[in-house]
């Protein structure tokens, strides 16, 4: 059974950093691009950040480059996304997703994806 189970979020001040985590069991991580994608309360599920399976390559929506970083640890089995300078418009449901990556890595759409995690609120106050 595949699982992919987030944690690391919570209620932060503007400002503030935060390191969200998304822990993978069931699949050959290694294998797996990864993804992190929000949803902000009234909006559509938004792309953040991937990053290929072996690490090497890493894509961000734009508005978001320089603040958050994904990173992966194949050996744990675990991708994370540093939020830095969060501002209260980053108030979301965080998601994590896995994309069984076969050949040369790109940004995927958010419906390539295979499986989801269940969600991890952020919540930043002004």
């Known amino acids: 059974q595949v699982q992919l189970v987030e944690s690391g979020g919570g209620l932060v001040q503007a400002g503030g950093s935060l390191r969200l985590s998304c822990a993978a069991s069931g699949i050959t991580f290694s294998s797996y691009a990864m993804g992190w994608f929000r949803q902000a309360p009234g909006k559509e599920r938004e792309f953040v950040a991937s990053i290929s399976r072996s690490g090497g390559y890493r894509y961000y929506t734009d508005s978001l480059k320089g603040r958050f970083t994904i990173s992966r640890d194949n050996a744990k089995n675990t991708v994370y996304l540093q939020m830095n300078s969060l501002k209260p418009e980053d108030t979301a449901v965080y998601y994590c997703?896995?994309?069984?990556?076969?050949?040369?890595?790109?940004?995927?759409?958010?419906?390539?994806?295979?499986?989801w995690g269940q969600g991890t609120q952020v919540t930043v106050s002004s």
């Open positions: 997703a896995g994309k069984l990556e076969k050949t040369y890595s790109r940004r995927y759409a958010e419906g390539e994806y295979d499986y």
